[in-house]
């Protein structure tokens, strides 16, 4: 069993950053490949980016590519999304997803989620 435990929403002007930080724990979690997807009011949760648990392979979405950046800290068992740019239609809910494989993770199929935290982009 992994559990994962987002942090570092908050409310932000358009055009600001926030860095999100999802803390991994449980037996082999930190060998997991990780990926953040989020969810507005409204609407279908979508994928924003993924990484392999050795960290060299990143995958993005379309919408994020160039602001976005997916990172992690094995040693801490932590996977972070740098957000710069934000836009207004950034704003949702963000999930940190792990699996066992990048794969599942991307299709958003992975076995193990986090609660969510809020991000809030003011124009």
Same mark, same amino acid.
């Given at each position: 069993?992994?559990? =994962? ?22 037996? $082999? ?22 990484? /392999? ?15 976005? $950046? ?10 972070? =999304? ?8 950034? $704003? ?9 494989? =990048? ?13 969510? $935290?809020?991000?809030?982009? /003011?124009?």
């Amino acid at each position: 069993q992994v559990q =994962l435990v987002e942090s570092g929403g908050g409310l932000v002007q358009a055009g600001g950053s926030l860095r999100l930080s999802c803390a991994a724990s449980g037996r $082999t979690s930190g060998t997991y490949p990780m990926g953040w997807f989020r969810q507005a009011p409204g609407k279908e949760r979508e994928f924003v980016a993924a990484i /392999s648990w050795t960290g060299y392979n990143t995958d993005y979405a379309d919408s994020v590519k160039g602001r976005f $950046t997916i990172s992690r800290d094995n040693a801490k068992n932590t996977v972070y =999304l740098q957000m710069n740019s934000l836009k207004p239609e950034d $704003t949702a809910v963000y999930y940190c997803a792990a699996d066992r494989t =990048l794969g599942t993770v991307i299709r958003g199929a992975a076995n193990f989620w986090g609660q969510g $935290t809020q991000v809030t982009v /003011s124009s």
